[in-house]
């Protein structure tokens, strides 16, 4: 259905705007994590359809940012894996942009919230 379609898309650019912050509050929870444990918790956590093809180049530009560091370490019995660690710099990013997400949130909610009172009239 083209409004399911349209829905779906939609909700990839809210995605876009604020899958940083999502990896980055996951990393802090999570202390080290590698790409594809990041995309696990990220999926438990209700986020939907995400690729390593999104989740690696967004590490990467973090990475080059100062929010991240990473490092290799040895696989056990398989290839070595990049972890991934929030960096001071990451945590306060985070601490400050989650702040202006809340808030921003919150007055997209308050306005959204009048129209659905309204039922869309």
Request: glycine share 16%.
């Amino acid at each position: 259905m083209a409004e399911d379609r349209a829905i779906a898309d939609r909700q990839t650019q809210w995605l876009r705007g604020v899958l940083d912050l999502a990896v980055l509050a996951t990393l802090q929870s999570a202390g080290t994590s590698y790409g594809y444990a990041l995309i696990q918790s990220l999926t438990e956590a209700g986020i939907l359809d995400l690729k390593g093809g999104t989740i690696y180049p967004l590490l990467a530009r973090l990475e080059q940012e100062g929010l991240v560091a990473s490092e290799w370490r040895a696989g056990g019995g398989g290839p070595g894996r990049k972890y991934f660690t929030i960096t001071a710099t990451g945590r306060e990013v985070l601490i400050r942009s989650a702040a202006g997400w809340t808030d921003f949130s919150a007055r997209i909610g308050s306005i959204l919230g009048g129209a659905l009172s309204r039922g869309g009239q």
